[in-house]
């Protein structure tokens, strides 16, 4: 009877011995076709990027020879240049309302008690929308579409478009514009968070 039972524990050790190593045989064969794959993917990887440089290469090459034998093509006309000046000179103007922006975004966080780290992607979003409306109100679009209403309460379409246009009345703008999208971004976020609460609690299961 010892000896029966003796047998039968060998018999069970040796059942979970030769499960043990079949577990690890398979874990060892996953890990070998994982690094294979990664291996097949890096140089699929590798081929379409030798492929893309050789495309590219062929590119400049002709676009080189060609630049070459017709340097004519280099000199820009009249007007294109007056609209890369133009490019060059409201990229550095924008500067100024995307810090603004920027500034009244930062007071709007402070306000609430948020860390600005946290949300620097909604700052860098106010700041843009700060840009838009100095881009609105600079090409005259934002105040030719306001004229025609303020105009039915009384107040001169002529007097509308020719209004002063002086720094502090564009750095107020693109400070409360900042702020505006900001306090809307944080509204509607807490809403949303508000009513998927209320959702969860109103269907515990």
């Known amino acids: 009877m010892t000896s029966s039972k003796g047998f039968d524990a060998a018999k069970a050790s040796e059942a979970v011995y030769n499960e043990e190593m079949a577990k690890e045989e398979k874990a060892?064969?996953?890990?070998?076709s994982k690094v294979h794959l990664a291996h097949k993917n890096r140089i699929q990887m590798l081929r379409r990027l030798m492929i893309w440089m050789a495309v590219l290469g062929v590119i400049f090459s002709i676009l080189f020879f060609v630049a070459i034998r017709n340097p004519q093509?280099?000199?820009l006309e009249d007007e294109t240049?007056?609209?890369?000046?133009e490019a060059l000179n409201s990229i550095v103007?924008?500067?100024i309302p995307f810090l603004l922006g920027g500034v009244g975004a930062i007071a709007r966080l402070l306000l609430s008690g948020i860390r600005v780290v946290d949300e620097l992607t909604l700052i860098g979003g106010s700041a843009l929308m700060a840009c838009f409306s100095w881009i609105g109100i600079k090409s005259g679009v934002l105040i030719s579409v306001i004229a025609p209403h303020l105009s039915n309460h009384q107040v001169p379409s002529e007097q509308i478009l020719n209004a002063p246009n002086s720094y502090y009345t564009m750095a107020l703008v693109a400070i409360v514009v900042g702020m505006f999208s900001t306090n809307l971004y944080l509204?509607?976020?807490q809403r949303v968070d508000q009513l998927s609460k209320e959702r969860k609690g109103g269907h515990p299961g």
């Open 187 to 189: 509204f509607i976020s």
């Open 28 to 32: 060892q064969h996953e890990m070998v």
């Open 81 to 85: 240049a007056s609209i890369v000046n």
């Open 93 to 95: 103007l924008l500067t």
């Open 73 to 75: 093509l280099f000199v």
